[in-house]
């Protein structure tokens, strides 16, 4: 059973108080490790959202570039490399998660990574908007010990 939480902003007004509010970006949290498992997340959250079947855009970030993620083409995919998300690959993070913003305009995004040694920054590193785009982390990992 998925815990569900509103951690991060619902939205961001520009510090100008002009402007147009940027909606917060939906995103999943999955620890999944190696091909079989990330593929059985992704399988498993496109088709919840297919069951929704309102048309929203969605997109993918996996860590872990040494294999391949079946992904249907309406499914914006990026790969990020091995590496801790919230460690090492922070900057490649914020860049492909920028990127992907600007280029697909996704309404939800599921973040797969490979290791739940600091899930707890990664969710914090989430919350807390540093990473240039507002996010609302929507579930947190089922398998994690609670």
Do not use: Y
Request: proline residues 6%; positive net charge.
């Amino acid at each position: 059973m998925s815990k569900s939480a509103a951690i991060g902003n619902s939205a961001v007004t520009p510090a100008s108080g002009r402007g147009p509010t940027i909606p917060a970006l939906a995103v999943t949290l999955r620890v999944a490790r190696g091909q079989a498992a990330q593929q059985a997340a992704l399988d498993a959250w496109i088709d919840a959202r297919r069951a929704a079947a309102d048309g929203r855009a969605l997109a993918v970030i996996a860590e872990g570039a040494f294999f391949e993620l079946g992904c249907p083409a309406a499914v914006a995919l990026a790969r990020l490399a091995p590496g801790c998300v919230c460690c090492v690959g922070e900057v490649p993070l914020r860049t492909t998660l920028t990127r992907i913003v600007r280029v697909h305009r996704p309404a939800e995004l599921l973040l797969l990574i490979a290791a739940d040694e600091h899930l707890e920054r990664v969710r914090r590193l989430l919350a807390e908007a540093r990473l240039g785009v507002p996010v609302s982390l929507l579930e947190n990992d089922e398998t994690r010990p609670r």
